[in-house]
């Protein structure tokens, strides 16, 4: 296993409630809708989960207040990012239990946050170690399309079951993450690090995931099989670019 597996599943599971955050934001559910909590208490768990992750990376929670010595770290952007996600979260669930619908204004404020956090993480992982192969072009596009992605997916499940323009948004994202992740296996090969049979995996699952997202809009496939396919890609191409972590 890699040594940086808790450091994967905070970038995997809040990299999912973000891009579905941006879902959300982008193709609201129509009319009003009682369980319209249930998004952001999800969203809010997959942060929570994340955020535990991150000190199962530090070995000992008590060491997370020594990690704020160090602001430019990717444990510490990470854990405020997430923080500040969960609050968002919080916010989202609290308005949409008590009015029986969601507030589209925070959704949007989530989404907009959440671009804005893969953005710094991601920049943080470029700048940060000096690995050569992190410091590649794709980095940027493997972290943000690859949330994008399976949030999209993963939106699909409280969205609307017959909005087409969800799924071709989905379809297409996964498309690009394929190629994305081609682009990056290609990358790490010439670099001669670990990584490439994970990225390349990454590819075939996020194709797949493409091709089903297609499928589900004319009714053909269940939106629980894309974002499973889509999950799975982003947890393997994670795993692969972790795997050439110098650490």
């Given at each position: 296993m890699i040594s940086e597996f808790p450091l994967m599943l905070v970038t995997v599971l809040t990299g999912?409630?973000?891009?579905?955050y941006v879902g959300a934001a982008l193709f609201p559910k129509k009319g009003s809708d009682e369980k319209a909590w249930i998004f952001p208490l999800v969203a809010l768990i997959l942060l929570a989960c994340g955020g535990f992750a991150a000190m199962?990376?530090?070995?000992?929670?008590?060491l997370m207040m020594n990690v704020l010595n160090n602001p430019g770290s990717s444990i510490t952007m990470e854990g405020i990012c997430t923080g500040i996600m969960a609050v968002i979260a919080i916010v989202d669930l609290v308005l949409a239990k008590q009015k029986g619908e969601a507030n589209r204004g925070v959704r949007i404020v989530g989404a907009i946050a959440g671009i804005a956090f893969m953005c710094i993480v991601t920049s943080v992982y470029?700048?940060?170690?000096?690995?050569?192969?992190?410091?590649?072009?794709?980095?940027?596009?493997?972290?943000?399309?690859?949330?994008?992605?399976?949030?999209?997916?993963?939106?699909?499940l409280f969205a609307d079951a017959d909005n087409k323009t969800l799924d071709l948004a989905t379809c297409?994202?996964?498309?690009?993450?394929?190629v994305v992740l081609v682009w990056q296996a290609a990358t790490f090969s010439g670099l001669g690090v670990e990584g490439v049979m994970f990225l390349g995996a990454g590819a075939v699952f996020a194709a797949a995931a493409a091709v089903a997202a297609y499928m589900a809009s004319s009714g053909k496939m269940s939106g629980t099989v894309v974002v499973v396919l889509a999950v799975i890609a982003l947890f393997l191409a994670r795993y692969g670019f972790y795997a050439a972590s110098i650490i």
């Open positions: 999912i409630a973000i891009g579905a199962g990376h530090l070995g000992r929670p008590q470029v700048k940060s170690y000096g690995n050569a192969a992190w410091m590649s072009a794709p980095t940027y596009l493997m972290f943000v399309v690859g949330d994008l992605a399976a949030g999209l997916a993963a939106w699909k297409a994202l996964n498309a690009l993450f394929a």
